[in-house]
Each structure stands twice: as structure tokens, then as C-alpha cells.
């Protein structure tokens, strides 16, 4: 069984402070690793993905794979309102090339 | 570029009827997923197709099926609806070159059985 899992949260930060949203997975193959972002009612909208061990960074969000222990993160640096959201992780585990998602993790950054 | 996009944005069913929800791919695009997002639950997937052919197929019954076109639109399909069927379904599109791709969806369908 191939699985994602997230800490649901929520997860309350301040304006201006770091968001860090954790991800671990079970399956060692697995090459590709996407962050999404869902507004309530909305459909999921494409962050960041990141396949290689180490850090990548695009503007505020910054993502960290870490192939060993199996698990990737998102920091959300500068954290605003407008931030507020459930994060999503995925999986691409390659065979049927099925994307596993989290169940996510509802943040919620506090004016 | 247009985006993923989906209709009906809204569709409301009685118990044993049939629905079929539509989605258009980016343009470039010929992998179409389908996923069911219950309330309160995480991105289900349903099925994925590209190139006409249906690749894999998610943990549900067979009364979900779905076809893509020549023109990689695609819809799914779901028979004998049951109340449990009630969700928001969304649609994804990606390039072909499906191990490194990303997927991006569409605003999806919420179906709502009576």
C-alpha cells in the first residue's frame, strides 16, 4: 500500500512568521513530489514540485525532499492572510502513474 | 492559456440515475485524471486516460467509467448513482510525459444526489 500521509492540522502561524507543513511517504521508488493548495470550495492549485533530494526554492515557498528519510516539506516564509488554505502533498509513485495525494493540512495565518 | 476546464460546474441527481460530467485538457495536454473529493476527505482517484486509452483506474466500482476523445476532452461517467456518490469531481490535465509532469486541475463538477 502506497501511502501519504499529513498532518492535518490545523496549523496557526502568525503574519510574517515561517509555516513549515511536513509530508511522509511509504514508498522508497517514488521521483516526483508536488505541493498543491486548496482554497475552500476550490480546486487544487499547483505550488511547487521538486524531484531531486535537497532544497528548492521559488519566491516565498521552498521545498525539501529528503529521499533517505522519505519525507518532503513546504516552508512558507513571510506567511500572509492570503495564505490561509488546506496544503496538499502528492506522490507520484511511477507504476500507473498514480498520483497519491495527502489528506492535507489546513493552515490558518493569523493577521 | 486556457486552463483544465469542466462542466457542469453544478449537477444535482436522484438515487439511480445516471450523471456524466465533461472536462478540456490544457491544450498540449493528453493525460486526463479524474479524482472524487468527498467532504472532509482527500483527492480520490478515480481513473486516467490518455491517448484515447484508459491507463489505470482507481479502488471503485465499475459503475465509474469514462472515455477521452480524438481531441483528449474526456468524461466520466457514473451509473446507478447512490447517495455516497455526492462530491466535487475534478479533472486533471498533464503532458505526456507523465513520471515528472504535474498535473493541474480543473474547477471541477460538485455532483449532488437527492
Known amino acids: 500500500q502506497k501511502e501519504v500521509e499529513q498532518n492535518s492540522g490545523p496549523l496557526s502561524v502568525p503574519e510574517g512568521a515561517i509555516a513549515s507543513l511536513n509530508c511522509t511517504y511509504s514508498?522508497?521508488?517514488?521521483?516526483?513530489f508536488f505541493w498543491y493548495r486548496q482554497y475552500s470550495g476550490k480546486s487544487p492549485e499547483l505550488i511547487m514540485f521538486?524531484?531531486?533530494?535537497g532544497d528548492k526554492e521559488d519566491g516565498r515557498f521552498t521545498a525539501q525532499l529528503n529521499k533517505a528519510s522519505q519525507y518532503v516539506s513546504l516552508l512558507i516564509r513571510d506567511s500572509q492572510p492570503s495564505d490561509s488554505a488546506t496544503y496538499l502533498c502528492?506522490?507520484?509513485?511511477?507504476?500507473?502513474?498514480?498520483?497519491?495525494f495527502g489528506t492535507g493540512t489546513s493552515l490558518t495565518v493569523i493577521p | 492559456e486556457a486552463g483544465v476546464t469542466q462542466s457542469p460546474t453544478h449537477l444535482i441527481k436522484t438515487r439511480g440515475q445516471q450523471a456524466t460530467l465533461r472536462c478540456s485538457p490544457i491544450?498540449?495536454?493528453?493525460?486526463v485524471y479524474w479524482y472524487q473529493q468527498a467532504l472532509g476527505l482527500g483527492l480520490q482517484f478515480l481513473l486516467w486516460?490518455?491517448?484515447?486509452?484508459?491507463?489505470n483506474r482507481g479502488n471503485f466500482p465499475p459503475r465509474f467509467s469514462g472515455r477521452q476523445f480524438p481531441n483528449y476532452s474526456s468524461e466520466l461517467n457514473v451509473n446507478a448513482l447512490e447517495l455516497e456518490d455526492s462530491a466535487l469531481y475534478l479533472c486533471?490535465?498533464?503532458?505526456?510525459?507523465?513520471?515528472?509532469?504535474?498535473?493541474?486541475f480543473g474547477d471541477g463538477t460538485r455532483l449532488s444526489i437527492l
Open positions: 486533471a490535465s498533464s503532458l505526456a510525459d507523465y513520471s515528472n509532469q504535474p498535473q493541474h
Open positions: 491544450s498540449g495536454h493528453t493525460s
Open positions: 502528492a506522490v507520484n509513485f511511477y507504476a500507473g502513474n498514480q498520483f497519491y
Open positions: 486516460y490518455d491517448e484515447g486509452e484508459e491507463r
Open positions: 521538486i524531484y531531486s533530494n
Open positions: 514508498d522508497r521508488g517514488s521521483q516526483s
